[in-house]
């Protein structure tokens, strides 16, 4: 069963938004109208700071949350905006989710075997033997060893762990998965292992993902296209190598020149390169563009008109786009 | 002068119902005043032990000196095997943490909590401690800190409650400063700006700063001394530049090589560190890298490597210095 080879994006994100309710007539714009193509086998890096709604974003692409407005288009199928189980039994099978904490999303009375197994158990028509033999397969493939899988979580390392996460979301052999900051908690020496392990698995399994993670240099390295979020909507899209070079909003410029090089010629050679302020609250979402009161670009329009994510054209591609009335 | 800080041959066990681990083996190092020491290696390696057990914080049992000593400011502070702590803490040397929340206490107010070192440590009374502990706020660039001061931890930020934490640390004006993991849990923009105020309060007060980190993206922006920690011990030492360009120990290359740099060729592969450090209740007769090192020697399994002096404070143990050895260190070390 392989799916139709076009050029129409794998997922197509459409305007999508997330409001929680918190009680008294407050609403946080979690996700506020957000768009994004995904290409098939393409890798999508998101980043942002904490509270700019990459990880609702990402859950609420594949229905964790349910959508407030917008709609997320699957293959070519507009997808639910709100999950029955039937949905999350059918959808699970082709879109899976890679988690940030590999110890806190990993049931600690179940094997590794059953963990792992689980979604072939409720999936598949496999019989109890077959799906022994392709869990070994998986635990073999993100390099853990077969023989482990009747132990618990708790006697593996967190690198191991997310390994073990990694296997249980691609057993089913999903087309799309999304990865909320895989390799936050792991140690720089095993960040590079996992890495090169999505890479991989990428590779020969044709995987489309969507990459979220606060590591720039990271997601520069993984990733084909970036995009940047601030306070639940999207500023700045491109190609990763492009965006992170020579970004285009001043907010995208300001988060990657905060990031620390490791060379300590380049960062003597720096001044202070912190932005002011903190990110609002996504309670009272400022009007006009969300980075105005931090920006220091900042013209008069930028506090009354909202700018849209628009695309520009950089070394002659159009294939960039930003949200600053700079670029209008 | 004599160093502000000397730790040497530093020895720490843990007892445990597995046996006694060996969470330091002879660590050595020495800090001057205004100067910043970046400590760095992956979890488990004892950069955080190392410090805490200057600071007094190991708990004994089941914790154990075994050797060393530490001087600090000429004065031993690891007597009989016991530490001195309340002397230490708080008016010598000043501590933040990596995650800011579970290090205050929610039901105090931020003000009454800096109030109370110096309550505690130089016996101000309470309304001149929280006078002064407004302007401790203030200094750590919080607005408002006034109002500030009466609020609780819930109601900040993580890089407010960080600089919070910096403000006490700072209330007594240590001479130094140690800062374990202080940006870790938080984003890059914020961990600039918490980077940056250490630095201008060092400038300003001369203190000198310990920086546990194993970002070395931070290292390179803060340090002048680099101690690379592995498996209880320190692989190699050097200023900042020593060990960034010209790395004396596989495991520093190894660390270097598993990080993607940013220099425009994107070609460039990650070379993860396959495997994991050793077990320290039955630490490796040789060196502690030989089972991950890819330049290993059988020398290296058995016989324990020397710290080999590379330049004027450039050190390194490993047996590729020693200058019988027939693989050319310069061919490995080379990039």
Redesign the interface.
Known sequence: MSPPQTNEPIVAVKGLTKHFEIGRGQVVHAVDDVSLDIARREIVGLVGESGSGKSTLGKTALGLHDKTAGEVVFNGESLPAKYTPGDFQRYAQSMQMIFQDPYSSLNPRMTVGEIVGEGLRLHSSLSRTDIRDTVADWLRRVGLNPDHMSRYPHEFSGGQRQRIGIARALVLEPEFVVCDEPISALDVSVQAQVVNLLDELKESLGLTLLFIAHDLSMVRYVSDRMAVMYLGSLVELGPANRVFFEPKHPYTELLIGSNPEPDPVSERSRDSTAIRGEIPSPVNVPSGCRFANRCPKVMDVCRDLTPELIPVVDAGHADRQVACHLYG | MSALLEVDDLRVEFDTYGGTVQAVRGVSFELDRGQTLAIVG??GCGKSVTVQSIMGLIPMPPGRITSGSARLDGKDVIDDKRIDGKDIRGRLVGMIFQDPMSSLNPTMTIGEQIAETLQVHRGYSHKRALARAIELIDMTRIPEAAKRARQYPFEF????LQRSMIAMSLACEPSILIADEPTTAL???????I??LMRELQRDNGMAIILIT????????M?DEVLVMYAGEVVERGS??DV??RSAHPYTL?????????R?D?A?E?????G?PPDLFAPPAGCGYFARCPHAMRACETEHPRAFELGEQHRARCWLHHEDCDVAADEVFRK
Request: net charge negative.
């Open positions: 992956e979890s930020s993580g890089g407010m984003d890059v923009t914020i961990q600039a700006q980077l940056d194993h970002d070395l993206g931070v290292v390179a922006r340090a900042v530049d960034f360009y190894g660390l270097r090589a598993a990080m993607p740099s940013n425009d994107a460039q990650l070379t993860p560190i396959d994991s």
